[in-house]
């Protein structure tokens, strides 16, 4: 197409609040133990495969919150899943959804984001303590250092969304994974 313009996206991961002792995780436990129906006298089996699992909800919880975005800022967000990103040992991290994040959209995710309270957040997360040596300062994550504002607002975001749970944006649990088990 000549002329058209190509729309870059940018690469990141997203704190989504992964599974290890997450509310995602107790959801997954819980469709599993309907899935089975574990109330009436049903078992779980011992070879249940986990990552197809974790590796479809992060997928779907992508597109609610990219939808919840869209509906929040009345403007079209666009974030791409690649693949969910999982720590070999879960004392130092979690779970974190690897995406694209299209360039016209982060300035509308940032906009949002900054007509809340991320300002604040944003100094929280940047500053250093006892024990604690933050990566970025508050001013270089503000003057978005190796493309990292972004990353910080769609965490804040995230964090947001997961605690302000809407229905209309639920995932159905129970329907994801009994497709998988």
């Known amino acids: 197409m000549a002329g058209a313009k190509k729309n ?22 819980y469709a599993v133990e309907l899935c089975f129906n574990v109330d009436e006298g049903g078992t779980i089996p011992d070879n249940i495969k986990y990552k197809p699992i974790f590796e479809a909800y992060a997928k779907e919880w992508l597109d609610k919150f990219e939808e919840y975005l869209s509906d929040e800022t009345n403007k079209d967000i666009v974030l791409s899943y690649n693949k969910l990103v999982s720590p070999k040992y879960y004392n130092y991290s979690t779970d ?17 984001a900054f007509s809340l309270d991320f300002d604040k957040y944003l100094k929280e997360k ?3 303590y006892d024990g604690y ?13 190796d493309n990292i504002l972004v990353s910080f607002a769609l965490d804040y975001l995230a964090g947001l969304f997961n605690e302000d749970y809407n229905s209309m944006y639920e995932i159905n649990t129970f329907e994801l994974v009994c497709e998988l088990v």
Not at 14 to 24: A, D, E, P
């Open 96 to 112: 974190k959804i690897d995406l694209n994040v299209s360039n016209s959209s982060k300035g509308k995710i940032l906009e949002y």
């Open 133 to 145: 040596m933050s990566y970025y300062t508050y001013e270089e994550a503000l003057n978005d250092k």
């Open 126 to 128: 940047t500053k250093s």
């Open 8 to 29: 870059i996206m940018t690469n990141l991961l997203l704190n989504f609040g992964g599974f290890y002792c997450s509310n995602h995780q107790q959801n997954i436990d």
